[in-house]
Protein backbone atom coordinates (compact mmCIF):
# COMPACT_ATOMS: atom_id res chain seq x y z
CA UNK A 1 0.00 0.00 0.00
CA UNK A 2 1.23 3.94 -1.11
CA UNK A 3 1.57 6.25 1.53
CA UNK A 4 -1.54 8.14 -1.21
CA UNK A 5 -3.54 5.18 0.09
CA UNK A 6 -3.21 6.09 3.45
CA UNK A 7 -6.59 6.95 5.50
CA UNK A 8 -7.37 8.55 9.00
CA UNK A 9 -9.08 5.70 10.98
CA UNK A 10 -11.71 6.86 13.42
CA UNK A 11 -12.62 4.45 16.21
CA UNK A 12 -15.75 5.54 18.27
CA UNK A 13 -16.72 3.67 21.58
CA UNK A 14 -19.44 4.03 23.40
CA UNK A 15 -20.50 7.31 24.60
CA UNK A 16 -22.97 10.16 24.54
CA UNK A 17 -20.77 12.38 22.60
CA UNK A 18 -20.78 9.55 19.89
CA UNK A 19 -22.22 12.05 17.90
CA UNK A 20 -19.95 14.60 17.78
CA UNK A 21 -17.37 11.71 15.95
CA UNK A 22 -20.11 12.25 12.89
CA UNK A 23 -19.05 16.27 13.35
CA UNK A 24 -15.33 14.84 12.86
CA UNK A 25 -15.77 12.86 10.29
CA UNK A 26 -17.89 14.81 8.56
CA UNK A 27 -15.58 17.65 8.87
CA UNK A 28 -12.57 15.52 7.53
CA UNK A 29 -14.47 13.88 4.67
CA UNK A 30 -15.49 17.43 3.75
CA UNK A 31 -11.96 18.95 3.52
CA UNK A 32 -10.91 15.86 1.11
CA UNK A 33 -9.37 13.60 3.95
CA UNK A 34 -9.64 9.49 3.32
CA UNK A 35 -12.00 8.53 6.56
CA UNK A 36 -12.91 4.85 7.55
CA UNK A 37 -14.48 4.30 10.74
CA UNK A 38 -14.26 1.30 13.06
CA UNK A 39 -16.09 1.07 16.16
CA UNK A 40 -16.88 -0.75 19.43
CA UNK A 41 -20.69 -2.77 19.89
CA UNK A 42 -21.57 0.21 22.36
CA UNK A 43 -20.82 2.65 20.38
CA UNK A 44 -23.63 1.10 18.06
CA UNK A 45 -26.41 1.68 20.91
CA UNK A 46 -25.48 5.56 20.10
CA UNK A 47 -24.66 5.98 17.05
CA UNK A 48 -25.48 3.34 13.74
CA UNK A 49 -22.53 2.47 11.18
CA UNK A 50 -24.88 3.54 8.58
CA UNK A 51 -24.49 7.11 9.59
CA UNK A 52 -20.42 6.84 9.37
CA UNK A 53 -20.85 4.71 5.70
CA UNK A 54 -23.00 7.79 4.43
CA UNK A 55 -20.79 10.60 5.73
CA UNK A 56 -17.79 8.30 4.37
CA UNK A 57 -19.14 6.02 1.34
CA UNK A 58 -16.75 2.92 3.34
CA UNK A 59 -17.86 0.16 5.27
CA UNK A 60 -18.17 0.38 8.96
CA UNK A 61 -16.59 -2.21 10.86
CA UNK A 62 -17.80 -3.80 14.01
CA UNK A 63 -16.71 -6.92 14.28
CA UNK A 64 -13.09 -7.98 14.49
CA UNK A 65 -13.82 -11.19 12.36
CA UNK A 66 -16.53 -10.43 10.20
CA UNK A 67 -14.72 -10.47 7.29
CA UNK A 68 -11.00 -12.26 7.51
CA UNK A 69 -9.03 -9.74 10.66
CA UNK A 70 -10.59 -6.43 10.73
CA UNK A 71 -7.66 -5.10 13.02
CA UNK A 72 -4.94 -5.81 10.39
CA UNK A 73 -6.55 -4.27 7.45
CA UNK A 74 -7.46 -1.28 9.29
CA UNK A 75 -4.03 -0.92 10.86
CA UNK A 76 -2.50 -1.24 7.41
CA UNK A 77 -4.39 1.41 5.64
CA UNK A 78 -4.08 3.99 8.88
CA UNK A 79 -1.51 7.00 8.56
CA UNK A 80 -3.10 8.32 11.98
CA UNK A 81 -5.63 6.30 14.56
CA UNK A 82 -8.17 8.55 16.18
CA UNK A 83 -10.31 7.04 19.06
CA UNK A 84 -13.64 9.38 19.37
CA UNK A 85 -14.72 9.42 21.89
CA UNK A 86 -12.60 7.60 24.26
CA UNK A 87 -14.39 6.30 27.40
CA UNK A 88 -13.03 5.11 30.59
CA UNK A 89 -13.62 1.32 29.62
CA UNK A 90 -11.72 1.81 26.07
CA UNK A 91 -9.03 3.66 27.90
CA UNK A 92 -8.35 0.84 30.37
CA UNK A 93 -8.56 -1.87 27.82
CA UNK A 94 -5.35 0.27 26.02
CA UNK A 95 -3.22 1.24 28.58
CA UNK A 96 -3.65 -2.68 30.07
CA UNK A 97 -3.02 -3.92 26.55
CA UNK A 98 -6.31 -5.76 26.83
CA UNK A 99 -7.88 -6.52 22.89
CA UNK A 100 -10.73 -7.61 23.51
CA UNK A 101 -13.28 -5.95 20.46
CA UNK A 102 -12.32 -4.26 17.45
CA UNK A 103 -10.71 -0.97 18.58
CA UNK A 104 -8.34 -2.51 21.18
CA UNK A 105 -6.95 -5.17 19.03
CA UNK A 106 -6.51 -2.40 16.12
CA UNK A 107 -4.80 0.03 18.65
CA UNK A 108 -2.38 -2.64 19.77
CA UNK A 109 -1.44 -3.72 15.85
CA UNK A 110 -1.52 0.71 15.11
CA UNK A 111 1.96 1.11 13.55
CA UNK A 112 0.98 4.93 13.53
CA UNK A 113 0.17 7.65 15.41
CA UNK A 114 -2.63 7.48 17.57
CA UNK A 115 -4.71 10.35 19.19
CA UNK A 116 -7.17 9.56 22.18
CA UNK A 117 -10.12 11.91 22.90
CA UNK A 118 -11.23 11.35 26.40
CA UNK A 119 -14.99 11.76 27.27
CA UNK A 120 -16.89 11.08 30.24
CA UNK A 121 -18.56 11.94 33.55
CA UNK A 122 -15.87 14.72 35.16
CA UNK A 123 -16.09 12.09 38.15
CA UNK A 124 -14.81 9.18 35.96
CA UNK A 125 -12.01 11.65 34.66
CA UNK A 126 -11.11 12.71 37.26
CA UNK A 127 -10.40 9.24 39.32
CA UNK A 128 -6.89 7.98 40.11
CA UNK A 129 -7.60 5.07 37.83
CA UNK A 130 -8.25 6.83 34.77
CA UNK A 131 -5.70 9.07 35.25
CA UNK A 132 -3.23 6.57 35.64
CA UNK A 133 -4.32 4.62 32.63
CA UNK A 134 -4.08 8.10 30.42
CA UNK A 135 -0.49 8.73 32.05
CA UNK A 136 0.47 5.34 30.57
CA UNK A 137 -0.89 6.36 27.19
CA UNK A 138 0.87 8.93 26.80
CA UNK A 139 4.00 7.37 27.84
CA UNK A 140 3.93 4.90 25.15
CA UNK A 141 3.35 7.87 22.60
CA UNK A 142 -0.21 8.47 22.33
CA UNK A 143 -1.21 12.15 21.97
CA UNK A 144 -4.35 13.34 23.82
CA UNK A 145 -6.92 15.75 22.97
CA UNK A 146 -7.23 16.85 26.49
CA UNK A 147 -11.54 16.93 27.66
CA UNK A 148 -12.60 20.22 28.42
CA UNK A 149 -14.72 21.61 31.12
CA UNK A 150 -18.44 22.30 31.26
CA UNK A 151 -21.69 20.48 32.18
CA UNK A 152 -22.30 17.07 30.80
CA UNK A 153 -25.38 15.49 29.80
CA UNK A 154 -26.05 13.79 33.45
CA UNK A 155 -25.70 17.64 34.76
CA UNK A 156 -22.17 17.39 36.62
CA UNK A 157 -19.79 19.71 35.86
CA UNK A 158 -16.15 19.40 35.39
CA UNK A 159 -12.99 18.10 32.90
CA UNK A 160 -14.68 15.39 31.14
CA UNK A 161 -16.57 16.94 28.06
CA UNK A 162 -15.51 15.74 24.60
CA UNK A 163 -12.15 18.35 23.68
CA UNK A 164 -14.07 20.64 20.69
CA UNK A 165 -14.48 19.01 17.30
CA UNK A 166 -12.13 21.32 15.67
CA UNK A 167 -9.16 20.95 18.31
CA UNK A 168 -9.46 17.32 17.41
CA UNK A 169 -9.53 17.38 13.84
CA UNK A 170 -6.01 19.24 13.79
CA UNK A 171 -4.71 17.05 15.67
CA UNK A 172 -5.55 14.62 13.64
CA UNK A 173 -4.51 16.18 10.52
CA UNK A 174 -1.33 17.47 11.84
CA UNK A 175 -0.59 13.65 12.86
CA UNK A 176 -1.74 12.70 9.39
CA UNK A 177 0.17 14.87 7.17
CA UNK A 178 3.63 14.05 9.20
CA UNK A 179 2.80 10.41 8.79
CA UNK A 180 2.54 10.18 4.92
Known sequence: MSNSDKQILIAVSGSI??????ELVRALTK????????????????IGPITFEAL??????????EEGMAHIDAKNSAAVMAVVPATANIIGKMANGIADDLVTS??????CPVIV?????PF???HPSVQRNLKRLAEDGVILADPSAGV??????GYGKLADVS????LIVNAFRKNL
Do not use: H
Not at 17 to 22: D, I, V
Not at 106 to 111: G, Q, R
Not at 117 to 121: F, H, I, K, T
Not at 167 to 170: A, R, V
Open 17 to 22: AAYKAC
Open 31 to 46: EGYPVRVIMTRNATEF
Open 56 to 65: TGKKVRVDEY
Open 106 to 111: TYLAAN
Open 117 to 121: APAMN
Open 124 to 126: MYA
Open 152 to 157: VICGDE
Open 167 to 170: SIQT
